[in-house]
């Protein structure tokens, strides 16, 4: 199955990611998780290099495509307004027509009583509900439409008085509701549209000369910023270049093997790749999702792959695929996203995506379930628990809690809680527990002592990248596993780090991260407040809880060099980024008051029997002499 439905997506993302970068960074996302060679048994080939460049590439058509872009956000909400303009006077203006048809009125009278009868109310509508520069386009637009609508409806209402069958005003009623008054909705629907785009239109042309600067768009609306713009703001890139230029500095001055240190130079290098794309490409809050959503679907299909493993073999799902590859490495992952999943599931107004979800929330924790890992089950309890706090609907989300954990509680088989029962302590320590400790406990706990160890003694730059194994191999008889050798890592990489590239790696690799985790906090409360927009900040609000997880899995296991967490400390400062241009570009949406289109009467206001009179002010005015 999977080799069809990669043969199948790859030249659709491939074509529709030459139309919008978007989606080559999001078809490159989702093949770091599920790797082509593995996953669907085709010849290998650099899928995830070529369409990480493909989405470099083409991000430097947003300059062109941003300002169609924000004429096109101006035309939507122009057409809002006028149909709700229209349809809030719409039975109003028929009503006034078949009254004044029935009471015999001349011809123009019956549509006079038409405009009159929705005039007002239609501009108000569009005084209290446009932003101010597209008050005057929007009214000439309502305005001639119900004009139109007026002129057909009289035409025929006309014709219909004069049918010499229709005898009675009942009669002359049922005629004109069936003939006349749906011209009024039939006019309205033909036209309305068209002349909002044609006033709009014009209006933008007429305002293409001044000049307002790269950030603004058509009638000064405020655009996402372009991809270079946007990578000079993002903090976590430039982080991230300071992380280049300590791993060279440490692969110089290695204490122990510089050939070693000098290939995570080049690693450092080629993680700009995902960097860059990502950076460039996610400019909006669409792209956004598009790229956390395919992050997501790339965890999904390798958490299946170790569900699926672990139903039809048992035991822990310990190759269920990706760039780790083990079991530890699957829950950490997981736990990174499952509480997006929780949060869209709540926040979403389509039940069909909120079930679809749900659905992958569940499989999230049937995922750490088949892992296996007990720093993977910290990791979501905390997640969860971060999440459940901070929701804005906290009744559900404890719903949601309570039925995940009832549901994780029952799939749960034995030997799962006696394995996790060794995080408290040894057996004779805790009755629940059958065998001894796990030696990979005991494991931990010499190599984070050695880690501290060398950090004392090499507090500043450490002893060179991938060096901690060689000093493991040295002074511990562990060997590793997976790969046969003597020596392992710290299983704690901010330790690791720490040993390897001393405090001043640390406070950038490590700041990196948790100045991620603040960006996300500040963007969700930024957008927090705008109705219809609950979806971001559930996104945002997901990572910042996947990020605790991410942190609890990285102080049990060295994950320092896996592509995805870098993502993570550029996405925060991105998901920042966006949602202050997205509240700027809303807040210049909003309804705002125009200049008064009209000055008031010079005389005071008309009064039924005539003007006022007595309000006139002839003080300054030259005397009348007699002839």
Known sequence: MWPVIFFIGFPIFLYRAIKDPIYAVAAASYVYFAIPTVEFGVPGMPYQAMFFALGFLGAFRYYLMFHGWGA???????KRVARSAMDSVKAEVKEAIAVATLQDRLKGEIRRAGIEAGEAKVLEVVRADAPAVIHVPVR???QSVLTQAADQAEQEAIKVAGLPALKTKGAIRGALEERALKLVDQTIEARLDKEVEQNINEAIKSDEKTDR???KGPLGIPLPNGPLRGLMLNSGFWLHVIFIGLTYYGAQNAVYDKNAAAAKVMTTILLLIPILSIVLAVRTPRHFFVFIFAWMFGTWHICMNGVHYWLQYGGRADNAGGQGGESNFLAAIIVTVAPVAF??????????????????????ALGVLASGSRAGLLALIGAMGYWTINTNRKLIALGLAMLATSGFLVAAPESFWEKMGTILGEKDKNP?????????KGERLVLWDLAKKIWREHPITGIGPANYTVVSAEETDFTDPYKGQKGLQAHNSWLQIAAEYGTLGLVVWAGSFLWS?????????????YPGWEWFPAICLGMEAGAIASAVMLSFNSFMWYDYIYWHMITGPLAL?????????????KPKDAVELRPPPRYGPPQKDGLDLGAIDVSSAAPIRPA
Do not use: H, M, Q
């Open 72 to 78: 096109e956000e101006i035309l939507a909400l122009g």
């Open 140 to 142: 000439r637009a309502v």
């Open 213 to 215: 600067g790269n950030d």
């Open 343 to 364: 949060g869209l599931a709540v926040n979403l107004k389509n039940n069909v995506y909120r079930l679809a979800f749900l659905g992958a929330a569940a499989c999230y």
């Open 432 to 440: 629940y527990v059958r065998t001894a400790v796990e030696p990979s």
């Open 517 to 529: 985790f603040t960006c996300y906090f500040r963007a969700r409360r930024r957008l927090r407040n």
């Open 577 to 589: 980024e966006i949602a202050k241009k997205t509240a700027e570009r809303l807040e210049w949406l």
